[in-house]
Antibody, heavy 123, light 107 residues
Framework: QLQLQESGPGLVKPSETLSLTCTVSGGSISSSSYYWGWIRQPPGKGLEWIGS???????YYNPSLKSRVTISVDTSKNQFSLKLNSVTAADTAVYYC???????????????WGQGTLVTVSS | DIQMTQSPSTLSASVGDRVTITCRASQSISSWLAWYQQKPGKAPKLLIY???NLESGVPSRFSGSGSGTEFTLTISSLQPDDFATYYC?????????FGQGTKLEIK
């Protein structure tokens, strides 16, 4: 059973870069069945897909965030990471990492999720 | 982007009730739809994929239907554990988008 765990600072200053890491256990990040995704949820609001990465480095990003987002993968550590630069208060959210099922070369749904980590953007 | 609209936003119901939540897509997504359940302070949990397929381990009182632009999630007999917020998500095209959520409350 896949397990995912987010880690990183809970407080980031405006205009700086938010950095989070997701550690995958119970399976290999090099699986051909998955991309690995980031989703966020502002307090009291809905879910927003940020982007997803394959173990080989291929990425898909939400166009609304693409100019500020970088997702990378480290297969040696079974981890993938999120960087979001030039953050503002609007980026305050719970950030989730999740396994993004790949079926017949098409990205599908998110079947395993981390517990989420709250990142607050404030000076 | 494909917009996903859920209704109602809030639903009050009692244990044992049959409830239905609707999700509408701004354009056809065939059956490329998932439903999630989220409890306060917890991550979403996958319930249904491809509109009507029950994820392993999910109770059979949950069911999904629909195709094209209109979908429903039905809980046949509400249990205390089912009071939560429910989200639909389309995976027909990028960017993947979610509905705004339906909060299921105890009447």
């Amino acid at each position: 059973q896949l397990q995912l765990q987010e880690s990183g600072p809970g407080l980031v200053k405006p205009s700086e870069t938010l950095s989070l890491t997701c550690t995958v256990s119970g399976g290999s990040i090099s699986s051909s069945s998955y991309y690995w995704g980031w989703i966020r949820q502002p307090p009291g609001k809905g879910l927003e897909w940020i982007g997803s990465i394959y173990y080989s480095g291929g990425t898909y990003y939400n166009p609304s965030l693409k100019s500020r987002v970088t997702i990378s993968v480290d297969t040696s550590k079974n981890q993938f990471s999120l960087k979001l630069n030039s953050v503002t208060a609007a980026d305050t959210a719970v950030y989730y990492c999740a396994s993004h099922l790949l079926r017949f070369l098409e990205l599908c749904y998110f079947d395993h999720w981390g517990q989420g980590t709250l990142v607050t953007v404030s000076s | 982007d494909i917009q996903m609209t859920q209704s109602p936003s809030t639903l009050s119901a009692s244990v044992g009730d049959r409830v239905t939540i609707t999700c509408r897509a701004s354009q056809s997504i065939s059956s490329w739809l998932a439903w999630y359940q989220q409890k306060p302070g917890k991550a979403p949990k996958l319930l249904i994929y491809k509109a009507s397929n029950l994820e392993s381990g999910v109770p059979s009182r949950f069911s999904g239907s629909g195709s094209g632009t209109e979908f429903t999630l039905t809980i046949s007999s509400l249990q205390p554990d089912d009071f939560a917020t429910y989200y639909c998500q389309q995976y027909k095209s990028y960017p993947f988008t979610f509905g705004q959520g339906t909060k299921l409350e105890i009447k």
